[in-house]
Every structure is written in structure tokens, then in C-alpha cells.
């Protein structure tokens, strides 16, 4: 009886001991999936928001709504953003960028007869920024502040000469007509949230989305 009692008092200790390793072995699978899980759920909310706002800041920008700095529509810009970091210090950012197929015609009617280098070529004519400008650069390039006036605009005698103004990855804008213009709008923000999952081999910083007009 009493060696009865000891095999039974050391199976049920064996099976308590696997039991806990088993309930281990699962927790480190599904605590992981959870909380990836929730980065995967905050991020396409993220995500959603940052198309939107980059749509509606988009559709502005197109229709020639001022959103050079210290002016109400920046503020604006802003509150449309709501609870994305679209401050001079955050970690956000919106590019706005008017790109031109340049034409012969284009250079004549500015007096240049010679050295028209950037004719037959798409060419950034307006680049305004909101937001930290170091979060991210433009996917079209990004030429000297220097070139571009308050309003973010660049003179004919720069954008027509100079190569500094042709724009990069011109294949993911949609097609344009010579002489005639496309506004794009890149937005950058960045979640730190996502850096969690850079552990599992997905390196994800930040959401980024782009829209024309």
C-alpha cells in the first residue's frame, strides 16, 4: 500500500512538472502572437489615418492652398494630421512637390534660347514641406532649399537649367503630358510601436504613403 501511495505521489508530481513545461512552451508562443497581433492592429489604424490625411492634404495642396510655414492653413495641416506627429520637432512629415513636363516652348517663353538642359524632362518646380523635414526625404529628390522661394517655388531659370531639378523614380508618377503639371504628397510618420516586430525579421519604422492630382 505504501509503495502504491509512492508511485502515484511521483506520477503526479512527473505530470505537474510536464504540465508547467507544456504551459511554457505556449505561453512563449502566444504571448508573442499577441502582442503582435496588437502592433499589427495599431499599425494599419496608423496606417489608414496616414492615407487619409495625405489624401485630404493631397486634394488641398492640388487645388492651391497655401501650406508655406507660419500660415493658418500649416496649422490647419495640423489638425487634420490629429494624433499624428506633424510638428517642426516630431516625427512626422508631409512633402508636397509639383512636378512639370518640361517643354521647348517652356525654356523660349523665359528668354532661354540656349542650354535648356532640362527640356523633354520631368522637373520639380514647388517643394513645400510640413513637419521634422529629417524624418524622411522626398522619393523625388530633394534640391537645395536655397533654389526655392517663401512659397516653396523655384524660378523658371532653375528648374529649366539646372539638373539638380530633374525628378527622381518618375515611373511611379502617373502619366503627364508635356507642359503640363502633377502634385504629389508623400507623408512619413514614425510609429515606434512597429520596431517591435524588427525582432522577427519584418523591419518596419514608420508608414509612408504618397497620393497625386
Known sequence: MVNHLRVSQSRR????????????????VMIPMFFGMVVIGL??????????????????????VDFSSATTNDEEA????????????????????????????????????SGCNNAGSRVITQRLVLGNSAVRSSTFGSPSGGFFDAKGNASPANYLVNNAFVANNVGILPVVPLGNSVYSTESYFQLPVLQFLSPFGTPMNGVYSICYF
Open 13 to 28: 508530481a512527473a505530470s505537474g512538472g510536464t504540465a508547467l513545461i507544456e504551459f511554457a512552451i505556449v505561453m512563449g
Open 78 to 113: 495640423q489638425q487634420i494630421a490629429m494624433n499624428l506627429p506633424l510638428t517642426s520637432t516630431g516625427t512626422g512629415v508631409v512633402i508636397f512637390t509639383q512636378i512639370k513636363a518640361v517643354v521647348t516652348a517652356d525654356c523660349t517663353a523665359q528668354g532661354i534660347n
Open 43 to 64: 499599425s494599419s489604424t496608423s496606417g489608414i489615418q496616414a492615407v487619409q490625411v495625405t489624401r485630404d492634404l493631397g486634394h488641398m495642396y492640388s487645388l492651391g
